[in-house]
């Protein structure tokens, strides 16, 4: 990949931040945009904006078609069968909860339980704890090990008649861990238990494939692949969405209204209640677009390359521990640390007086915080558009902090 060319399709790359040049390192919290995704955005504005399926002139066809098409781009790009698996949500978290209020409200009875992993984000979490406490339900969760990897022998000792719903996190937002998400939910799909994976760290990074995981459910955002805020994607397998009471009502998820009845719209508008985000389902098709033309195996193969080179680096600096895998074939693109001594915060803070962009705290996902005894982490996180030159920055800056804050014995 030439990294240099691929930087300039991105406008904010080349922005000075504290007079020096930007290096934007939160990617695991959101991506930055490529002209042709910012291109798409205002070209709908400018020459086609009608809502939805609704109106009968040329202007309502074309915004409808590029909607759809949208919908075509993600179920190519996940390799779902069909686009009626396809269901656009304004983010990971609204699809997470969508299943939780329908499928899981409708299906889930005091006694049951649900597996998730000590990994997930708060997103694939709180949803299944509140729904545990409304149902009467137990939530099993399965440990780490100390190297960073899911405790696989605890999770099958977990599973059971009574697992009705497995939730993952396909790669963790902390670790950088890709779980092995196929053999966990073969191991669920024995004990008849429905999975639900989340995708919003792995679909950025590494190709993704609906038909070959066998997930039952798997969600997604669009900003964390160079795609506009305010989209995301739930895929479920038809006969599940076939079988589910929509989620929100009123507009565009009916077909017919009378005031003694209700007949719901055909798959997948029955759960895209009122005017959809097809601003930002256009905006998706062009990240989509742009991240097939790299090619998802370039992409996945450079960020490790560079997590190699990250790992290697950051454990030079003074007083580092780094969580997760230490082998780099294990996680993608995303280190979490601390430096004894130093608060995460003031690292973000020394770092961002470097222009240098990282996120630090708990990154929504506390339980992971409390099993490795810290309240906080700073945590880099690479996409393809980063560079070696990038890390070493990010390394000197690490041993300024050092240099200030961590006198600490
Ligand atoms: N993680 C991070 O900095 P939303 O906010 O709905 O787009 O994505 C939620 C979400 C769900 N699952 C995982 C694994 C995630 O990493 C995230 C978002 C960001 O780590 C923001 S908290």
Known sequence: MDIEKIRKDFP?????????????????ATTQKP???????TGLYRN????????VYLLAEECTQAYEDSREAVRRFINAGSTEEIVFTRNATEALNLIAYTWAEANLRAGDEIVVTIMEHHSNYVPWFRLARRKGAVIRIVPARKDGELDMDAYRSLLSSRTKLVGIAHMSNVFGTINPVKEMIALAHRQGAAVVVDGAQSAPHIRIDMQDLDCDFFALSGHKMLGPTGIGVLYAKSSYFKSMEPFLSGGEMILRVTLDDIVYNDLPWKFEAGTPNYEGAIGLKAAIEYLEALGMDTIEAYERELTTYALEKMRTVPDIFVYGPS???KKCGIVAFNIRGVHSHDIGTI??????AIRAGHHCAQPLMIDCGV??????SFYFYNTRQEIDMLVKALNKAKGMFGHVA
Not at 35 to 41: H, R, S
Not at 351 to 356: F, Q
């Open 12 to 28: 904010v790359l080349s922005r000075m931040v504290r007079d020096r040049p930007l290096v934007y390192l939160d990617n695991a």
């Open 351 to 356: 770092l961002d007086s470097e222009g240098i």
């Open 35 to 41: 002209a042709a995704v910012i291109e798409a955005i």
């Open 327 to 329: 082998d780099p074939s």
């Open 375 to 380: 309240s906080a982490m700073a945590r880099a």
């Open 48 to 55: 086609y904006n009608a809502n939805v399926h609704r109106g």
